[in-house]
């Protein structure tokens, strides 16, 4: 610190301080700005108590980044867990926590084991900013703060008015850094202001028009080491057994039917999860015009790990289960009774009924399709485009052309064999078959669709309370619509009142009400051929923007390099005088590539002397003197074949340079605009 009053250095000690804490609190939309206040305020005083004691006892400076570290990591433990073991929540702060973020939901628990890395990443960009600004300078000082900025933003990106906010509270704290007596440095200032917009926006920009990126994409939670049981294969069980309780709930609001896997999979003998499990962060609260609701459930009678659920879960108390926040699904690593409460929300209208062709799961795979069963799929749909209409037609012709199992003989399986059997041969089954069946002839209509299992909403025991029991089990499909997410359909026909229960089954139930019958269905929806199944949207759509960068830069070097050999080829062509003139043009264009600075009117001798190749600079005051005589001294036999050989020894003399720069001067186009 070298400010010759103290006031100065102090000034930049609070402002770096004061930046750093700014940067620390850039983590709150991942866990809320109030669980981040007391940890990230209480790390910054403590370095600006530890740098003034050892500002005024000398003696203690030598250890000042152990002490600083020190009593800022216990500060930090104290603010977070007091109640725990301090070094090994130290410990889980530097190893662990950062991870265990990212495999969250957000906003994240504000619990000690997952937000410890963000105190001791602000006490460590304020330890290195103040030893920086103590023995080097305030320039260097404020990147241990930046960094922080980026990590914060790589985490959880800022936007709109909350990124300008940010700016503002990063930058002028920051200024301060750099007055020390002297005028703030306009530039450097400016560098401070440009790099942390750099960094606020960091995956924002995206021409693509993609979300911006954090750090999260791919984590996800190992699944757990116990068997995980497939729902489906267990229905035709649980219908044998139907008394038997599973769960019982007691909610705010009807509800028509819980999920507890979604399956969007299918390889023609299984169907399987591809989940994405993340922990369960702190609950979230409903877009404006969405339902919300809430269930104590009590849960006795189920095998595996899946959890009764919602398509959008918001919140769970009493539990710490993993969700998959794209199915819906949770997952506990443990079977056995639990209780806990489950928060949700639920859309209550459709939008516009587009279908969302890009929802992940939509087209998960068809195996190997039986023979007739394409016949069958434009049957069912009447060979409509694939509308949210198309999916409603096909909703209801299973339900009316295909018989409900009941009793004990209950088919089971679900493979291209099952399905083959029940769509063209025995035309019954329960709702796993009735479900499987809708998703495939979906998928092959072009309808994005996913198989879920579950149950519906059960008994009403009185009071409130409801019982769910094995007879309740239930597949269902469901269709990705625009805006709204996964909407579930019943092709049995025999799930509860849907309309009692609002949300997203009631308005399904009103678009179901508003299809026109069969026979009323517009003629020329019936002779649209069915679009072929895009169950390789994504995959493609992925390996086009892949392919896209190193296709435009091979573009480019074909463009620019067939370009300037036609120039090249036209030129020589020329002759006489025109021909000297286009040699001179040719050295021009060649010397300019490789960064040779040419103005207009320049001669060549004028060019010759910008060369600091002198073989080079000879051959093109050479080619001056052929011009002079071409120009001043009218020669019928002006020597173009001349001027084209000091072109050639420009260019051979050009070849010896670095590979960089020659590079570099065939990729150039702005040569190309020259006449």
Known sequence: MTGASGRPTQLALVGLLGSTATAGLLFAPVFGLRALIAPVFAVVLVCYGGVELTLRRPKLAAVRPLLLMTAGGLVAWATVSPSSTPLQTLRHGVTDSWRLTLESTWP?????ELLMFVP????????????????????????????????????????????????VCYAAPAALVFWTGRPPPVVIGAAVVAMLFGAVGFGVLDPAGRDAYQLKEGQAVAPPPTRVANPLSEIAQRLADPDREVFRYRSDGPVDRWRLVVLDGFDGANWYAT?????????????????????DVRVSGLSGPWLPSQAIPRGVDGLAPLVDQTAGTLLLDRAGPVTYRLTWSEPVSLGAGTLDTQAAGGFGGLGVVPAGIDQQAQVATRSMRPTLQAALQLERYLSA????????????????????????????????????????????????????????????????????????????????????????????????????????????????????????????????????VPVQDQGRSWRLLTALPPG???????????????????????????????????????????????????????LAAEVSDEDIAQHVRRLGVIMDRTLWSPDPHADAKSAWESVDLVRRGLAHRSLRARLRAALDPRTLARR
């Not at 989940?275 to 269930?295: E, F, I, V, Y």
């Not at 009185?462 to 469901?478: F, K, S, T, Y």
């Not at 579930?488 to 019958?517: E, H, N, V």
């Not at 960064?595 to 320049?602: C, D, H, L, S, T």
């Open 275 to 295: 989940a994405r499990m993340l922990r369960m962060g702190a609950p979230r609260g409903a877009p404006d015009g969405d339902l919300t609701r809430s269930a």
């Open 401 to 532: 052309n295909y018989q409900l199992a009941a009793g004990t003989d209950l088919p089971t399986g679900h493979g291209w064999p099952q399905l083959r059997n029940f769509l063209l041969d025995s035309r019954r089954g329960t709702s796993e078959q009735f479900a499987a069946a809708f998703v495939v002839l979906a998928r092959m209509s072009g309808i994005p669709a996913r198989l879920v299992v579950g149950y519906r909403g059960g008994v009403d025991a009185g009071g409130g309370l409801h019982v769910v029991r094995n007879g309740d089990v239930l597949a269902w499909p469901e269709v990705a619509v625009e805006g709204v997410g996964w909407v579930p359909l019943d092709p049995t026909a025999r799930a509860t009142a849907a309309s009692s229960s609002g949300g997203l089954a009631a308005a399904a139930a009103k678009a179901r009400d508003q299809l026109p019958a069969e026979d009323e269905l517009p003629a020329a929806q019936e002779t649209v051929e069915t679009p072929p």
């Open 552 to 606: 435009l830069a091979l573009l480019w070097i074909l463009v620019v390099r067939t370009t300037k050999r036609v120039r090249t080829w036209l030129r020589r062509r020329r002759t006489g005088a025109a021909g000297v003139l286009a040699a001179w043009a040719e050295v021009r264009d060649r010397l300019a590539e490789h960064r040779v600075p040419y103005r207009a009117g320049m001669t060549p001798r004028d």
């Open 108 to 112: 994240a628990r504000p619990d000690a």
């Open 120 to 167: 001791l990443a602000v006490l460590l960009a304020g330890l290195l900013g103040v030893e920086i600004l103590l023995r080097i300078g305030p320039t260097a000082a404020v990147l241990p703060g930046l960094a922080l900025v980026v990590l914060a933003q790589a985490y959880q990106s800022l936007d709109g008015g909350s990124a300008a906010l940010a700016v």
